[in-house]
């Protein structure tokens, strides 16, 4: 008789002798995945990547070798993906070196925790519920993968930087965007990865079928229009104004940077002008008296609508990154960001130290309200949202469906130079067009030093300004209204398609322990 403590493997699999050997090469392979992202693109390479470390899973029944090499994938992953932040801690935020790298491998340990929690968990639930190799690869791994990337989305406020799904945003897995979203497509990601070990197995035709099915359905979903075009197209001047980091809150360049800013805004009318995040440097209080009625009046005169980054202040100790409005009647808008990122704009318990460290302004902010009104720009209506906030989609989502009048378009302000030349500018932007996918609007991007650029309603860049340069990009947008079923669900269905996965694996689990006992 069967015991549920152990499972009979299929001759292929056996378990290995070390653990040392299989996590290096699980940390390669993981580091490897930073290619699949922008601006590299080499989306199959991931797929392989998780399918090497699915393969390392299947070879072995041992919880504690399956968390431990899922580690050091994620570890990999997770380093590779963000070493960027180096660059953010050590030339602006005053970390020596050392400790920079050991803050990034610190982040990347602990984002390994994910994917040990994955592959650990998802090899518990092989040996309880004696789950065949099929159900295992096909079912339990691919789900435990993207359950792990939405809880790294949301546990502690969230990282969900260089999440699998935004590899696929010109992959024929996008077309899923619409539907499941970036976790979804992660899961399905996943599912591609375990085909391919399936090829390996008795049951190769059922892997090389399944994958083929997956790949063929999502191009074929890329051709669905889940949105219409709303009212007229606008036309939009997006000002990038390559301010240097170190130079941005130095109150001598601050009035050079509100002079060149007010030079490039009444250079041209057009229906909208966006200004990247604190363009405007200064709190409204310290501004040059003349400086916000100017930009009003211009408005009023030309009929232009404006927005701008700048930081706000309701009181003592109390401030906000926020985007402010004007349109041509006058009437002012306020839009403040909700989701802060840690130490940058919000002090985690016990790390005033480090913030105070890296010497960042205006290092701990207010939070805005999670829903709040888009920007009225003539038959469009403008959401905003301020760098980090476009990495949560489930947030842009829910903003969406709750509106009364959903926003036909969005509009994400930036200040990368934090992050220099490094590949966290093309990551994220890929992340905005993957929030065009899901939401089936146009994203538009104003930001300091690029990517300054627009994105139509199916993610594709169709207008871009050199990054690193001072300009302004002008172009035609055309709103879109509608809903997408990931606006209507969020994560919902891709948490009960999740769940509905469990059910068939543990069926499959029982059926398959009866046909052995027998």
């Known amino acids: 008789m069967l015991r549920r403590s152990t499972v009979p493997l299929d001759p292929v699999l056996r378990a290995p002798r070390t653990t040392l050997l299989p996590m290096l090469f699980a940390a390669l392979a993981g580091a490897s995945c930073v290619l699949a992202f922008a601006p590299v693109g080499w989306w199959p390479l991931q797929i392989l990547a998780l399918a090497f470390l699915f393969y390392q899973l299947g070879m072995d029944t041992n919880v504690r070798r399956s968390s431990l090499i899922g580690w050091a994938f ?294 805005g309200a999670d829903v709040q009104p888009a920007f009225a720009v003539k038959d469009q209506l403008v959401l905003p949202n301020v760098c980090y906030e476009d990495v949560f989609g489930e947030e842009i989502a829910m903003q969406l469906r709750t509106m009364p009048h959903p926003a036909t378009m969005l509009l994400n302000v930036s200040n990368l130079a934090w992050f220099g030349e490094s590949v966290a500018i093309p990551q994220h932007v890929q992340m905005s067009q993957m929030r065009s996918l899901e939401t089936g609007r146009p994203m538009l991007r104003a930001t300091n030093t690029g990517a300054t650029v627009v994105i139509d309603g199916r993610g594709k860049i169709v207008h871009a300004l050199p990054m690193y340069s001072n300009g302004v990009l002008a172009a035609q947008v055309q709103g879109m209204g509608g809903m997408t079923p990931f606006i209507r669900m969020g994560n919902y269905l891709f948490l009960l398609l999740s769940a509905l996965a469990f059910g068939v694996a543990w069926f499959s689990g029982r059926h398959f322990a009866k046909t052995q006992q027998t």
């Open 74 to 367: 994620g570890f990999g992953w997770s380093v590779a993906g963000m070493h960027w932040l180096y660059i953010t801690m050590n030339r602006f935020g005053n970390i020596p070196g050392p400790m920079a790298v050991a803050a990034v491998c610190l982040l990347g340990a602990y984002m390994g925790l994910f994917g040990a929690f994955a592959s650990g968990f998802s090899t518990w639930l092989r040996r309880r519920w004696s789950l065949p190799v099929a159900s295992f690869l096909l079912l339990v791994l691919p789900v435990m993968w993207g359950l792990s990337d939405w809880m790294r989305g949301w546990v502690l406020t969230g990282f969900p930087w260089v999440a699998t799904g935004y590899a696929h945003n010109a992959s024929p897995l996008g077309g899923y965007a619409p539907i499941v979203g970036v976790y979804g497509i992660g899961v399905i990601a996943a599912v591609c990865a375990s085909c391919i070990v399936m090829l390996t197995q008795r049951a190769r035709w059922l892997g090389m079928g399944l994958l083929g099915a997956i790949l063929a359905a999502g191009y074929a979903l890329t051709f669905v229009a889940w949105t219409a075009p709303q009212g007229k197209p606008i036309s939009v001047r997006l000002l990038q104004g390559n301010v240097e980091q170190q130079k941005k809150f130095d109150p001598d360049h601050v009035l050079r940077a509100l002079e060149m800013y007010r030079g490039m805004i009444t250079a041209q009318p057009a229906d909208l002008i966006a200004l990247p995040e604190t363009a405007i440097a200064s709190l409204p209080q310290y501004l040059p008296p003349d400086y916000l009625p100017s930009i009003k009046k211009y408005a009023a005169a030309t009929g232009s609508h404006i927005l701008s980054g700048i930081p706000m202040s309701d009181g003592p100790d109390s401030y906000a990154n926020s985007v402010i409005g004007v349109n041509p009647s006058g009437q002012d808008y306020r839009y403040d960001k909700h989701h802060l990122v840690p130490f940058g704009e919000f002090v985690p318990a016990g790390f005033r130290w480090f913030v105070d460290m890296m010497r960042i302004p205006l290092g701990d902010m207010s939070r």
